[in-house]
């Protein structure tokens, strides 16, 4: 998964034009710098693009950090389906 890592990070800092050293594997995408709905759409098609995938809409609002996000867009490519957990 380190190239997924690597190349969901470039897509990321990229976008947002922001250093890869800002982006913890850990930390809520939704606080970095220069986020925004517009910011995250570019993300996430730059993402299905790049990988060949289609993410769910329900599972890009639920992934929160770059370590899910890597581990979601890994199995889809791997042509397992990933689902967004569910709210008890």
Request: with cysteine; hydrophobic share 50%; net charge negative.
């Amino acid at each position: 998964m380190g190239d997924i890592r690597a190349m969901i990070t470039t897509i990321i800092c990229d976008t947002l034009q922001i250093s890869p050293a800002t982006l913890a594997a850990t930390q809520n995408l939704r606080q970095l710098e220069k986020v925004d709905s517009i910011n995250l759409v570019r993300v996430m098609a730059r993402i299905e693009d790049h990988f060949d995938i289609e993410l769910d809409d329900d599972l890009v609002f639920e992934v929160t950090t770059l370590d899910e996000l890597v581990s979601a867009v890994g199995q889809l490519a791997a042509g397992h389906s990933v689902r967004a957990v569910q709210a008890p």
